[in-house]
């Protein structure tokens, strides 16, 4: 895991559950 999986994952979040809270 890197920079790359921690973008993907943080694109999802804010798709999917809007903001990291």
């Known amino acids: 895991m890197g920079i790359l999986a921690y973008n ?3 694109f999802v ?3 999917r559950r809007g ?3």
Do not use: E, G, K
Request: charged letters at 10%; zero cysteines; hydrophobic letters at 45%.
């Open 8 to 10: 993907l994952t943080r």
């Open 13 to 15: 979040w804010h798709q």
């Open 19 to 21: 903001a990291p809270a």
